[in-house]
């Protein structure tokens, strides 16, 4: 069920400035008095939005449950909509400080409408709904101050561009994102964490590997990737496989670190029972040393997720074929057409945050038991 909790002083400030904002917007009324009818579309909407946003306000004095609060949001995000396509100046000084009033209207209706869905409580897709609000609210209010300001497209593009970018490039950039993401980043991802935790059952079996391995896999963790990367290219050349050798170096010894320390996080109590039963180094291994591993083993396939992504898009500013996110980025951000790009951008990070989630969720089903995992609401 929905906690009904009330903020009655910010929804009570949140009506008054939209009082003051309708009066200060009067001049997007007609010009003249004797006229009583708008005369452009951009007056009506900007009427209707704040119309539409005063009535969430005045709805927000009542508690709500958690239809009524979904409700509500998507009524005050309808009406942010509406007012994307109000100028910010009217040719008014009134009607300009009335669109920035009602600019920050939005912004603590926004405020309120996570805080209503943040105290929400029931499945854990409804927990994240505030998260998703959030996240809408940050995009309109990118658009909004991108488009009142007149940034231009190459120092900060509208989300809107770029979503069209998406729509008119979806061809070139799903190739480059399957060169970029499976040939090189999954690849890479998989012979690094491979290699790392094959080392690290290694030197669990065997003690005095570690004073041998450790260091050298350290050292390799500090070479900076700017000085990988062209000489991974003059070895394997300029194909996926120069990428996918730079992917291997880095996730390697995060993968060897954490499957390490968790190989070592059985208690040496249970280590003794084991022996005690005359269980061999393999029984002791499957039974009792890999399931306490799993958690942080788990952590380290996250990480390197996210740094398989970054390794391979920034090892193709070193040479690729012509496709690849990392060689879509460099060529188009050379040529000034920043909204493909931003596309490019959007692609990656959309990707790497459905990995993370993805493993996110593997963990949660695998590793249920640990603390770390049951603490997570």
């Not at 603590?108 to 805080?115: D, P, Q, Y």
């Amino acid at each position: 069920m929905a906690q009904r909790r009330r903020a009655p002083g910010g929804e009570l400030a949140l009506c008054a400035l939209l009082a003051i904002a309708l009066s200060a917007a009067m001049p997007l009324l007609a010009a003249t008095p004797s006229a009583l009818l708008l005369q452009t579309v951009q007056q009506a909407r900007a009427i209707a939005a704040l119309g539409l946003l005063l009535l969430a306000a005045v709805r927000l004095l009542w508690p709500s449950g958690r239809v009524m609060t979904y409700l509500l949001t998507l009524l005050a995000l309808a009406a942010g909509l509406l007012w994307l396509s109000v100028p910010p100046a009217l040719g008014e000084v009134q009607a300009g400080n009335g669109f920035w009033l009602g600019c920050v209207a939005f912004g603590l209706m926004g405020l309120l409408t996570v805080h209503r869905c943040a105290h929400l409580d029931g499945p854990r897709l409804e927990a994240q709904s505030a998260a998703v609000v959030l996240g809408l609210w940050v995009l309109l209010f990118w658009q909004l101050g991108v488009t009142a300001l007149g940034v231009p497209k190459v120092i900060l593009p509208a989300p809107l561009w770029v979503l069209q970018s998406l729509g008119e490039h979806a061809t070139t950039l799903t190739h480059d994102a399957m060169q970029t993401l499976v040939r090189e980043a999954l690849a890479g991802w998989l012979i690094g964490c491979g290699l790392g935790f094959v080392v690290a059952l290694a030197i669990d079996r065997h003690a005095f590997l570690q004073r041998g391995l450790l260091p050298i896999a350290s050292m390799t963790s500090a070479v900076p990737l700017v000085g990988v990367a062209p000489i991974a290219v003059m070895w394997f050349g300029f194909g996926w496989e120069s990428k996918a050798a730079v992917v291997a170096l880095m996730t390697f010894f995060p993968m060897l670190v954490s499957t390490l320390a968790g190989l070592r996080a059985a208690g040496r109590l249970e280590v003794e029972l084991m022996q005690t039963y005359a269980a061999s180094h393999h029984q002791t291994l499957w039974l009792l040393k890999l399931p306490a591993a799993v958690p942080q083993m788990i952590t380290a396939l996250k990480i390197n997720a996210t740094l398989a992504l970054i390794g391979a898009i920034v090892a193709e500013f070193f040479g690729s074929p012509t496709v690849g996110l990392g060689f879509r980025i460099s060529t188009e951000a050379a040529r000034m057409n920043m909204g493909l790009v931003w596309a490019a951008i959007t692609v990656a990070s959309v990707t790497g945050s459905v990995a993370y989630a993805a493993l996110a969720f593997l963990e949660r089903r695998v590793a249920f038991w640990h603390p770390s995992v049951r603490s997570v609401v």
